[in-house]
């Protein structure tokens, strides 16, 4: 028998980042039953190769996920055979990272007898800010909004009527936005992950000093382009003394030019959906300059803004363990097979009654 009000463990390994959650679903405010979670960060491990390297990524989540589920049972006080469900991104992702985290879920619901969830990614993102109390005078979350989902692997923009049906309004011809990001701090020289490092030293740029394009703002449509971008600013930096001010000024001039093109982009996705809510989650959505600039629009034109707090923002279990739990509570969940997905369209999944 499925108990909806048992806790539900989420675990997420579709990249470099081991997450695992417990939560227990409040119908009423469905973020707020956040017993524990536990993240690992791999970023040490693939500093010296300048990305991630599946192979080793997936290693690690075998080295690293057990001992997280443990570290999350205690620090919530709940045993193993109290748990109702468990949850796990199975995709889209890294194939072989993907496995370890399916494996592991699988195996622990095989032997509880209770459910397994698949979780998609990028409806844990999108699900995110509902972890969060609302901002002072801000109505609660609740469809039908866009939420801009920008991470290094993804940049989209997605209409949401209800949960579990999405529109994918716009997408990226090439590069997502974090990626840009990444890859532009590395010919500038800085280290890995670049795209903390250039927002943090833009903090120091001048604004007037370098102005790139806004790539794909000048013609209709939501699709996105960030590669033209990126090569605006390789020339800029050849063509500079390449000084430390230098760096600054021109990681301001790129911070500023995806930020404002985001911004624009989601004020017409708004306009053409006639929604007044805005979700913004993903890596990027940690980008202080982008939360500002979408929350000053807000106030501006009259939309509500809504984020994730930034430990939620980059991949963990939390936002897995919600999605899984709001599935589970619809009766949704799957058989026993192992099965993953590297590749899962956002707009096939089942809507939630």
């Given at each position: 028998?499925?108990?909806?009000?048992?806790?539900v463990l989420g675990i997420e390994s579709s990249c470099d980042e081991t997450g695992v959650?417990?939560?227990?679903?409040?119908?009423?405010?469905?973020?707020?039953?956040?017993?524990?979670?536990?993240?690992?960060?791999?970023?040490?491990?693939?500093?010296?190769?300048?990305?991630?390297?599946?192979?080793?990524?997936?290693?690690?989540?075998?080295?690293?996920?057990?001992?997280?589920?443990?570290?999350?049972?205690?620090?919530?006080?709940?045993?193993?055979?109290?748990?109702?469900?468990?949850?796990?991104?199975?995709?889209?992702?890294?194939?072989?990272?993907?496995?370890?985290?399916?494996?592991?879920?699988?195996?622990?619901?095989?032997?509880?007898?209770?459910?397994?969830?698949?979780?998609?990614?990028?409806?844990?993102?999108?699900?995110?800010?509902?972890?969060?109390?609302?901002?002072?005078?801000?109505k609660p979350l609740a469809p039908p909004f866009v939420a801009l989902l920008v991470s290094?692997?993804?940049?989209?923009?997605?209409?949401?009527?209800?949960?579990?049906?999405?529109?994918?309004?716009?997408?990226?011809?090439?590069?997502?936005?974090?990626?840009?990001?990444?890859?532009?701090?590395?010919?500038?020289?800085?280290?890995?992950?670049?795209?903390?490092?250039?927002?943090?030293?833009?903090?120091?740029?001048?604004?007037?000093?370098?102005?790139?394009?806004?790539?794909?703002?000048?013609?209709?449509?939501?699709?996105?382009?960030?590669?033209?971008?990126?090569?605006?600013?390789?020339?800029?930096?050849?063509?500079?003394?390449?000084?430390?001010?230098?760096?600054?000024?021109?990681?301001?001039?790129?911070?500023?030019?995806?930020?404002?093109?985001?911004?624009?982009?989601?004020?017409?996705?708004?306009?053409?959906?006639?929604?007044?809510?805005?979700?913004?989650?993903?890596?990027?959505?940690?980008?202080?300059?982008?939360?500002?600039?979408?929350?000053?629009?807000?106030?501006?034109?009259?939309?509500?803004?809504?984020?994730?707090?930034?430990?939620?923002?980059?991949?963990?279990?939390?936002?897995?363990?919600?999605?899984?739990?709001?599935?589970?509570?619809?009766?949704?969940?799957?058989?026993?097979?192992?099965r993953v997905r590297p590749r899962w369209n956002l707009e096939a999944l089942p809507e939630?009654?």
């Open positions: 028998m499925i108990d909806s009000k048992a806790p959650a417990l939560l227990r679903l409040d119908p009423s405010a469905p973020g707020r039953g956040l017993l524990a979670h536990a993240l690992y960060s791999q970023v040490s491990l693939h500093a010296e190769y300048g990305g991630v390297v599946p192979e080793l990524a997936s290693r690690d989540h075998v080295r690293k996920l057990l001992p997280l589920v443990r570290q999350t049972l205690a620090d919530a006080g709940v045993g193993v055979r109290e748990l109702g469900a468990v949850a796990y991104t199975a995709g889209p992702g890294l194939v072989g990272a993907l496995l370890v985290g399916a494996a592991a879920a699988r195996a622990l619901a095989w032997a509880l007898e209770v459910p397994a969830i698949e979780v998609h990614h990028m409806e844990g993102h999108l699900l995110a800010p509902l972890l969060e109390e609302p901002a002072l005078g801000t290094g692997g993804h940049s989209l923009l997605v209409g949401v009527e209800r949960v579990g049906s999405y529109v994918i309004l716009g997408d990226t011809l090439d590069d997502a936005a974090g990626e840009a990001f990444d890859k532009t701090a590395k010919l500038m020289g800085l280290p890995y992950p670049g795209g903390p490092a250039l927002a943090k030293i833009a903090e120091s740029g001048s604004p007037d000093a370098f102005r790139f394009s806004r790539p794909m703002t000048d013609r209709p449509g939501l699709d996105m382009s960030f590669s033209g971008l990126k090569t605006q600013v390789l020339l800029a930096w050849r063509g500079s003394d390449q000084s430390a001010q230098t760096r600054a000024d021109i990681a301001r001039g790129f911070e500023e030019a995806i930020v404002e093109t985001l911004a624009i982009k989601c004020r017409r996705a708004l306009a053409q959906t006639g929604y007044q809510r805005l979700v913004v989650s993903g890596g990027v959505g940690a980008n202080q300059r982008l939360r500002a600039q979408l929350a000053e629009a807000g106030q501006r034109e009259g939309f509500s803004t809504y984020f994730p707090r930034l430990q939620f923002c980059t991949d963990n279990g939390a936002m897995i363990a919600l999605a899984g739990s709001i599935r589970l509570a619809a009766g949704q969940h799957t058989g026993p097979e192992i939630v009654a």
